[in-house]
């Protein structure tokens, strides 16, 4: 069986895209003392012009964060969590894709 270069792309991009979007979200975490959400563009002027590159590469991690918990405490429906997990793996592999993109172009690859 041997596997097409494009599905290893996708997969590097999948895997790396929910792995920056976990460490990002993370890592805001930590330095800020504040739980990363979509909300931190709710704040207005310089500090959500500030999160926007926050909230757009952790937004896989996000969503599915999101997604559990609603399911978990509030019952929503089986098929809300499978479509929120199908976007934030769409999502995953635009954001890696830019992630890896930017690994290659300083690698000087």
Do not use: C, K
Request: charged letters at 15%.
């Amino acid at each position: 069986m041997r596997i097409e270069p494009a599905a290893v792309e996708a997969l590097q991009s999948l895997f790396i895209g929910f792995a920056f979007a976990g460490l990002l979200a993370s890592g805001f975490e930590l330095f800020t003392r504040r739980r990363a959400d979509f909300r931190l563009l709710q704040s207005g002027g310089f500090a959500a012009v500030a999160s926007v590159p926050v909230v757009v590469f952790s937004a896989p991690f996000l969503i599915l964060r999101n997604t559990v918990n609603g399911r978990r405490i509030e019952g929503r429906p089986f098929t809300f969590v499978v479509l929120a997990s199908m976007a934030a793996s769409l999502w995953s592999v635009a954001s890696g894709r830019v992630v890896l993109d930017l690994l290659h172009y300083l690698g000087g690859a």
